[in-house]
Structure formats: structure tokens, C-alpha cells
């Protein structure tokens, strides 16, 4: 609930007149609208979550309200250790596990790949640069989604339907990384290679010694980036999973809304801590290390 | 490059191999096989398949579902721009002027960004649940009968409202950081010439957010097409039936369920034309935008 508390704390920084300085009318407005816009974006959340607390005959009968419950654990044991589906293996402990190969796996991929492809096109002289720069780069221009039935095929006809591979490595296919690397390869002082040189050292010392050390924060802002959407996506792993002990948690919120209402009590309870359980790890990275991902984002323009 | 590059030559391509390899195989062979068979039609028993020329692109341009989906993907991509810029803008503004509390708004409402369009879409069941859902609630008191997944408007409504609630954050962003990057001096000059709050916005402010404004809205128009087929296929309960469609959910309806492989194909190629126009245009914009700053 620490979004409940910091709402709590913004109402009261708002209450709270400045020593010295007439509150104007103006800055009320302001912060009301602020507040609204707060409330807007957390209290869909709030009434998610407050369902987990409260058994599920209740929100039947009432729906969402204001009271909080004890079935938090009970739904917490359910929704992270018993099966939803007919196999038996897709609990949410194996959800968020999945989860966090696809997250992890997809944004290590396209760091390592892309900064290896972006460091070949800034800093050697290659008679083909250009070629290899326009045929990376025109894979920015069409997402996987309006390709996707092919790009199935191809994952089909490799024999990687349902394995960690064929879930993560299609994604990597575009060149989001590679694009932003490049921009960020070109900002650094040209000095620093002559200088290497001078000193001796050849290209595979300047990339781990200098380069990469160098570009430690633009790595960090690319990986919560990159993590998130690994994480949140949800058409390729739809159609290359359907085996269930591969579903991530967001490839199974479809299922989970089906168990939810399936049953002759449906199970509101658990389904709801699912999708915050499927929820929590992308914001918490996001809300941590929110100003290198600020940074990251609106500097790399996507 | 730059001038004062490595001279290696095996290392350069040994570092492009994984990229030009993963790149190939799974962006190029798709994409040319997409536009291959968007020319055949496929026998829907797998017994080889037959070139038609153009006629899976004439038979998508007469047929009236189509066409409505299409039409349907317009006003739902105008809508969810509109309402997300628009509600991000005026938080921004809002969030960049007020001194105290800042840094909470801006986590207070940046947060969703991390939120999966399909678990937004679960958000929406529950807040349009047909028996205690609280907003059917709260358009019940308004003497109308919500019903989402039956209700063509309904549906197309609760669609509009989870993929704006979703996107807002995004915009926020990069308005706020657009905002932040205006010079104190620029501020100050215009509040010397300019004593009406609103008028320095529109004046000013806007004019220089302009620039953002162009990306965020390539950015907008990408994500109602594309990113919101989490938010459909978990609100439609991943029947669509009557509902309301974009494009996107339409190929994969077509080609995934009901196995009309060029059709689909057709419809790709027709997106793909679509984003490349989209990208063309925003590689202008951004071009013009570096004259800008």
C-alpha cells in the first residue's frame, strides 16, 4: 500500500499551508488537478488489490469497497502454488519465473548483441558499414506485430515452439539497442581511441576496459527499459507458448481471467494477486531507478 | 565512424554476425514471406497453395468487416492519441509548475508505465464487471445499461479508456522532461512580456513543446495500433464476436484462428505500408526537430 501512503502524504503536503506565503488560488488548482490525475492512475489498483483481502463470496455480493480483509495470505498461497490450468505446472511461482527468464533473458540479449553490432559500426573502418548500418537499422521501421504470422512459421519450422529460445530470440530482432548505442558510441570524444591507440591498446581492450565502463549508466537505463518490455509482452509469447509450465504471468492473465470466472464461486481473490504479482517487479524497477530510466527513455527517442 | 577507427578486419564482422544473423533469420525471412504469400491463396487443408496476383488486397478492399475495422481503428487511434496527449499535457504543466510534492505526483502517475497492456485490460474487467463492477455502477446511475463485450459502444468505449489510462504515463514523460529542458531565461522573458498564465502557455510553452509533441505523437498513433492488442484481446475475453477490433487483432484473428493465411498476409503487408509512411514521416519530423533546440 505504499502508493496508498504516498497519495496520503501528497493530500498533505497540500494541506499544509507554507509559514509565511498566502496560498493563492492558483497553486490549489494545481495541485488539485495533480491529485485527480494520482487518483485516476492508482485507484483502479487499489480496488485490485483491496479484492485480495476479502474472501470471494463477499465481493460478489458488495464488490470492490473499502474493507480490508485477512484472505491476503490465503490468496497468496493459491495464486503462487496452486496450478490454474490442466497440467498442473503453470502455479505462479512458475509464472514469475518464466517472467523473469523472458525479462531478464530478452534485455541481456539485446544489450550484449547490440552494443557488440554498435560498436563494430561506429569504431572500425569496414567497407561495408553503411550496408550493415541500413539493413540493422530497417528493422526499426516494421514491429514484430504486423509480421508476426510469419515470424511464427519461422520459429515452427526451427523446431523452437515452446522453448526459451524461440521466446526470447525473435524479439531481439530489431535494432533498438544497436540504434542507441550507436547515437551514444558517436558522443563519445574521439580522443579517447587515439589515446588507447597511442597506449597500445587494441580494440578488444578498449571495448572492455574503456568503452564499456564508460557506458555503464546508458547499460542500466537500456536494461529497465528493455526488462519492462520484455517482461509486459504478451502476443509473441501467446503464440509461441502454449504449453503451460512456459506461460509468463502476463502470456497467462487470459487463463487466469478464466479461472476467475469459470468456477460456480469464481475466484476473484487470486486472479487479482496474479495481476499484481505480474505487475510489481516492472514497476518496482521503474519507480527505483526512475531517473536513470527518465533518462533513458527520453534520450534515446525509442 | 569515426576517423579514428580500428583497422581489424575479421573483428568488426565477428561482432555484426549475431545481429545480422538473428536479424535475418527472424526479420527478413518473415517479412519477405509475408509479402510472398499475401499473392497466394492458401487451400485451408495445407495442399499447396495457388498465386492469385492482387486479389487477396482486392477482396480485403470489398469487404465490408474490413473496411468497418478499419474504420474502427481510425476513430479508436484519433481518441486514444487525443484524450492521452491531452490528459499527459495538462499533468505535466501542472506537475512542472507546482514546487512542492513534485517528485510524488510524477512517481504517482508514472508508475502505470510498467503496467502490461493485457493486465490493464484485466483492470478494466473489473471495473466494468457486469454485476458490481463500480464504473457499470456509475453509468448505472446515469440510467445506462453497461455492458462490455455485448455492447458494441461499451466495449469500444472501455477499450478507449484502459489503453488511455495506460499511455498517459508514457506522455507524461516526455512532456515533463520537454517542459524541464525550456530555459529559465526563456520563462522569465516571458513573464516579463506576457502577464496571463495562459497566454504564456500558448504563446511560449506550447510552441516549444511542439517538437515533443510531433514524436509523441508517432509514438501514440504506433501504440493504438499496435501495443493495444493486449488491452482488446483480455477486455473481448479473447472472443471478439461482434466487438470492435483494430487492425492488428483482426490479422491475427484471421491467420492464427481462421487459417486464411493470405488474407492475413495482405492485412500484414497493408500495416507494414502503413507503418513505413508513419516512420518516413517521423524521421522528417525529427530532422525538423533538431533545427528546434
Do not use: C
Not at chain 1, 523473469?100 to 534485455?107: D, E, H, P, W
Not at chain 2, 502517475?109 to 464487471?129: D, K, Q, R, S, T
Amino acid at each position: 500500500m505504499s502508493e496508498a501512503n504516498a497519495a496520503a502524504m501528497a493530500a498533505a503536503t497540500l494541506s499544509t499551508p507554507s509559514k509565511g506565503r498566502r496560498i493563492k488560488a492558483g497553486t490549489v488548482f494545481d495541485h488539485l488537478i495533480l491529485i485527480l490525475g494520482a487518483l485516476f492512475m492508482i485507484v483502479p489498483l487499489i480496488m485490485v488489490f483491496q479484492m485480495t483481502t476479502v474472501p470471494d463470496v463477499e465481493v460478489i455480493k458488495t464488490g470492490p469497497s473499502f474493507k480490508i480483509g485477512d484472505q491476503l495470505d490465503d490468496n497468496f498461497n493459491k495464486a503462487m502454488f496452486e496450478a490454474s490450468g490442466f497440467s498442473g505446472k503453470n502455479t505462479g511461482t512458475n509464472m514469475l519465473l518464466n517472467s523473469f527468464i523472458l525479462g531478464i533473458g530478452f534485455a541481456v540479449g539485446k544489450i550484449v548483441i547490440g552494443m557488440m553490432a554498435a560498436y563494430a559500426i561506429v569504431y572500425f573502418r569496414l567497407r561495408f558499414a553503411t550496408l550493415a548500418f541500413w539493413v540493422i537499422f530497417t528493422t526499426l521501421l516494421l514491429p514484430l506485430e504486423v509480421r508476426i504470422l510469419p515470424s511464427y512459421e519461422v520459429v515452427q519450422r526451427l523446431g523452437m515452439l515452446n522453448t526459451y529460445q524461440g521466446l526470447i530470440i525473435p524479439l531481439i530482432a530489431s535494432a533498438t539497442a544497436t540504434f542507441f548505442f550507436r547515437q551514444y558510441f558517436r558522443s563519445v570524444p574521439e580522443e579517447l581511441v587515439e589515446a588507447a591507440r597511442i597506449d597500445g591498446a587494441g580494440p578488444v581492450k578498449f571495448f572492455v576496459d574503456i568503452l564499456v565502463p564508460l557506458s555503464k549508466t546508458m547499460i542500466a537505463a537500456m536494461f529497465i527499459i528493455m526488462f519492462v518490455y520484455g517482461w509486459n509482452q504478451y502476443l509473441w509469447p501467446t503464440m509461441i507458448t502454449t504449453e503451460e509450465d512456459m506461460f509468463t504471468l502476463v502470456r497467462g492473465i487470459k487463463q487466469i481471467t478464466q479461472v476467475m470466472e469459470g468456477n460456480r464461486i469464481p475466484e476473484y481473490g487470486r486472479a487479482n494477486l496474479l495481476a499484481i504479482i505480474a505487475i510489481i517487479p516492472p514497476v518496482f524497477v521503474v519507480i527505483f531507478f526512475q531517473s536513470w530510466f527518465v533518462k533513458g527513455l527520453t534520450e534515446s527517442d525509442k | 565512424m569515426k576517423r579514428a577507427g580500428f583497422a581489424t578486419k575479421w573483428l568488426p564482422i565477428l561482432l555484426l554476425v549475431p545481429q545480422l544473423t538473428i536479424i535475418a533469420v527472424f526479420f527478413y525471412w518473415p517479412a519477405a514471406h509475408a509479402v510472398q504469400s499475401s499473392f497466394y491463396l492458401q487451400d485451408p487443408f495445407g495442399f499447396g497453395s495457388s498465386f492469385v496476383g492482387f486479389d487477396n488486397y482486392s477482396d480485403l478492399m470489398d469487404n465490408r468487416e474490413y473496411r468497418r475495422i478499419a474504420w474502427f481503428t481510425v476513430i479508436f487511434t484519433v481518441l486514444v492519441t487525443f484524450f492521452s496527449l491531452a490528459i499527459a499535457l495538462l499533468l505535466a504543466v501542472k506537475a512542472d509548475k507546482v514546487i512542492r510534492g513534485a517528485k510524488s505526483y510524477r512517481t504517482l502517475i508514472m508508475w502505470v508505465y510498467a503496467v502490461a497492456p493485457p493486465v490493464a485490460g484485466f483492470i478494466g474487467l473489473i471495473l466494468f464487471n457486469q454485476s458490481w463492477g463500480p464504473l457499470t455502477r456509475l453509468i448505472g446511475q446515469f440510467g445506462h445499461q453497461f455492458t462490455l463485450g455485448v455492447n458494441y459502444t461499451d466495449t469500444a468505449f472501455a477499450m478507449v479508456l484502459v489503453s488511455v489510462w495506460k499511455q498517459v504515463p508514457v506522455n507524461f514523460i516526455f512532456f515533463l522532461s520537454g517542459l524541464q529542458s525550456i530555459p529559465k531565461s526563456v520563462r522569465e522573458a516571458a513573464l516579463i512580456d506576457n502577464r496571463s498564465a495562459s497566454g504564456r502557455f500558448w504563446d511560449v510553452t506550447f510552441p516549444l513543446l511542439a517538437p515533443t509533441g510531433f514524436f509523441l505523437l508517432i509514438i501514440n498513433i504506433t501504440y493504438a495500433l499496435f501495443d493495444t492488442f493486449g488491452v482488446i484481446d483480455t477486455l473481448v475475453k479473447g472472443e471478439p464476436g461482434n466487438n470492435p477490433m483494430t487492425l492488428v487483432y483482426k490479422v491475427y484473428v484471421d491467420g492464427f484462428r481462421g487459417n486464411d493465411l493470405g488474407g492475413s498476409s495482405a492485412q500484414s503487408v497493408i500495416l507494414m505500408i502503413l507503418v513505413l509512411a508513419l516512420t518516413v514521416f517521423q524521421f522528417r519530423m525529427l530532422e525538423r526537430r533538431i533545427h528546434y533546440t
